[in-house]
């Protein structure tokens, strides 16, 4: 297997991890989500201008996968809102891939190769392991429980209409344009009506981090939409959830968080997943 997407993918998960610290260290998390989606959507748009339109006959999978994005979005900063980085993040981001894989067996295709499919089954148990662990240790209450969970199923759901509008298109960027489009648009019209005083607080609560937050988001989800065109879909889920031990070094090492033995199962899992998916 092609080594240049699993790093890009690796080196996209360090800023998914980077970018939720931000989310999740700021005060008004609906201010933030919304800064780092709009800053993203410029370069959205810029890259789409140099890829070119989809086609019309893509436009059921986009408008699904931006209705997706935004219940992602909505369902994100809710959960760390009534919940810790330290319990939503690794319950949502390890539920996925078994989500993901799971579905992948029944309707797409699997690669046909033992030591593949061994290094994905090796990182999602690693992380779904993590994840439980986390339940148990932090004592997360069930409506903390089930946002992580729902999390989860919809970065499922939007991962399989991603790549499979991707492959459509033929050109990550393009659909990524156009998705980001009727996705803000979404959330603008969600926030304007659920959320009072917006366009104050967002005068009150503007930080360039968040702007920085955006740029992040724009290259893990550009990369991961690339990669979907070029690996098969659970490898691409499965490798981006690795996002979570960049996650929990950044909560040991700048958050001074202790290297308990579940973070060393899932860190070890996922390094030796990671290894056999890198030596094919």
């Known amino acids: 297997m092609d080594?240049?997407?699993?790093l890009a993918i690796i080196a996209a998960a360090f800023l998914h991890a980077v970018w939720n610290y931000i989310l999740k260290d700021s005060s008004d998390k609906a201010v933030c989500i919304i800064i780092i989606y709009l800053a993203s959507l410029p370069f959205a748009l810029f890259a789409m201008s140099l890829a070119g339109m989809?086609?019309?006959?893509?436009?059921?999978?986009?408008?699904?996968?931006?209705v997706l994005q935004t219940g992602y979005c909505i369902l994100l900063f809710k959960g760390y809102e009534i919940g810790s980085l330290s319990s939503v993040y690794p319950i949502a981001r390890g539920s996925a891939p078994?989500?993901?894989?799971?579905?992948?067996?029944?309707?797409?295709?699997?690669?046909?190769?033992?030591?593949?499919?061994?290094?994905?089954?090796i990182i999602c148990v690693g992380l779904?392991?993590?994840?439980?662990?986390?339940?148990?240790?932090v004592g997360s209450k069930p409506?903390?429980?089930?946002?992580?969970?729902?999390?989860?199923?919809?970065?499922?759901?939007?991962?399989?209409?991603?790549?499979?509008?991707?492959?459509l298109v033929g050109n990550a960027f393009s659909f990524f344009g156009a998705m980001a489009i009727f996705n803000r648009l979404f959330l603008i019209l969600y926030f304007y009506y659920s959320e009072k005083g917006i366009l104050q607080?967002?005068?009150?609560?503007f930080n360039y981090r968040f702007v920085l937050a955006g740029l992040f988001a724009f290259i893990c989800y550009a990369v991961v939409l690339w990669a979907y065109t070029v690996l098969p879909i659970p490898i691409v889920a499965t490798l981006r959830e690795s996002s979570i031990v960049f996650a929990t070094l950044l909560g040991v090492l700048a958050l001074r968080e202790k290297l308990n033995l579940p973070k060393l199962v899932m860190l070890g899992s996922v390094i030796s997943g990671l290894f056999l998916l890198l030596n094919v």
Not at 98 to 120: A, R
Not at 128 to 137: A, D, H, P
Not at 150 to 167: E, K, N, P
Not at 201 to 205: A, F, L, M, N, P
Request: glycine share 8%; hydrophobic share 50%.
């Open 3 to 6: 080594s240049l997407p699993i």
């Open 54 to 66: 989809p086609g019309y006959n893509a436009l059921p999978v986009i408008i699904l996968s931006a």
């Open 98 to 121: 078994i989500f993901i894989f799971f579905y992948s067996v029944i309707f797409f295709e699997m690669p046909n190769n033992l030591q593949i499919t061994l290094g994905v089954i």
């Open 128 to 137: 779904f392991y993590y994840g439980l662990s986390t339940i148990q240790n």
């Open 143 to 167: 409506r903390e429980i089930l946002f992580a969970l729902a999390v989860g199923l919809f970065i499922a759901g939007y991962s399989i209409t991603d790549a499979t509008g991707a492959r």
């Open 201 to 205: 607080r967002i005068r009150q609560e």
